[in-house]
């Protein structure tokens, strides 16, 4: 007994979507927009803006505290994209670097976000160094418990969040976070 063949329909097939392909696109939509509600809740808090303004007021504090424990001026040297603690010394009659040491190390910002300082009331100008050109901070925590007065306000690319780290002559600290009153 011979079995009837059916026609072959030329190769034409229905092509649509695996259920596997649908998955795979779901979880990278479902990844991206996690990073995105990470970066900006609900409520409008810039939680990278947060991190950056809490690290620097927190290296503020810390540096004012050792400079008056060690007797040593300290200050923060600020760039357009970094910031970090020089220490002055007398033997050398310069800004240096602190080696070793995690808290005081150079800080790059994260893409997007921009900082700008005012030092006693006026606009700083952040440029890049030229090579051979020594470090000189623009915020100097004196020894003797006092500092230069100044504010850092970090901003992100494209939105109007802020975040200000401002200290006056006495030393002290304040902060002002995204969305809060000025």
Known sequence: MTRASRPRQGGLRARGFTLIEILVVLVIIAVMTGAALYRITVTGVDRGLDLE??????????????????????????????????????????????PDDRTYERHELPEGVHLAIEIEGKAAVLKMPVDKEPLVPQVILSAAGDATSYRVTFSREGTDHEFVVEGLADGTLSVRRPGAAP
Not at 66 to 82: A, K, T
């Open 53 to 98: 303004g809490d690290r620097l007021s927190d290296v503020i504090a810390a540096a004012t505290q050792q400079s008056g424990l060690e007797g040593r001026d300290l200050g923060i040297h600020f760039l357009p994209d970094r910031y970090e603690v020089l220490a002055y010394s007398a033997f050398t009659n310069e800004w240096q670097t602190l």
